[in-house]
């Protein structure tokens, strides 16, 4: 259902939205895509209400809340060789889950570990999702956002006919990310100047320190 241009927000206006529900046909599979967003938000001031995708009315509404008790949440990173590196989204997973309350979140790495995409949309679908939203834990909408992803998605989708899903923006350009950069920067030079000890992200390896 292709769709020109839908106001979701006074200073919102998404275009070129495409929707999918994995029981259409492969050449017409497509993900629900933000290409643009036009005009800027006021400081400090939040989406009041979120788009949501929903089963059976074939468009869209604008509901308060868009996580249900039927969605399932996929958080996917890139995935690493270094087994640390992957049970640090874990982590992130279960921090996100309690902080939300959202009763399906799940894991996945796009490559290298498990579990994958695919494993991930199977265990939402157990655990009663008839909606998976797959949420890249990315900065910027590079080739793995625009290809990998969403392929590796419809993929796992095709054992799932009944069950929709979107694929949403990666983190992008966030006013919060400023905070956390400048946190973690201040934080390594407390370390640096012996004034703290190594973060979780550094812990044991001995990287954070001036060269």
Request: proline fraction near 6%; glycine fraction near 8%; charged fraction near 20%.
């Amino acid at each position: 259902m292709p769709i020109g241009s839908l106001s979701i927000h006074p200073q919102f206006t998404v275009k070129g939205c495409s929707l999918n529900q994995t029981g259409t046909s492969p050449s017409s599979r497509s993900l629900l895509n933000f290409s643009k967003f036009t005009g800027e938000p006021s400081s400090g001031r939040s989406l009041s209400r979120r788009l949501s995708l929903r089963n059976g009315n074939g468009g869209f509404t604008l509901e308060p809340h868009g996580v249900g008790d039927r969605d399932g949440i996929i958080i996917v990173d890139h995935g690493s060789r270094r087994k640390e590196s992957n049970l640090m989204l874990n982590e992130f997973v279960a921090m996100f889950r309690e902080k939300t309350g959202y009763q399906i979140v799940e894991p996945a790495h796009m490559e290298l570990a498990e579990p994958s995409i695919r494993n991930s949309f199977d265990a939402c679908v157990q655990k009663g999702a008839n909606r998976v939203i797959v949420s890249p834990f990315f900065l910027f909408p590079g080739r793995h956002w625009h290809q990998d992803i969403p392929s590796l998605t419809a993929e796992a989708a095709k054992q799932h006919p009944d069950v929709s899903y979107i694929v949403t923006a990666p983190l992008g350009l966030h006013e919060l990310l400023v905070d956390v950069v400048n946190d973690r920067i201040k934080y390594c030079l407390s370390h640096v100047a012996g004034d703290a000890d190594e973060c979780s992200v550094c812990a044991g390896t001995s990287k954070c320190r001036l060269y």
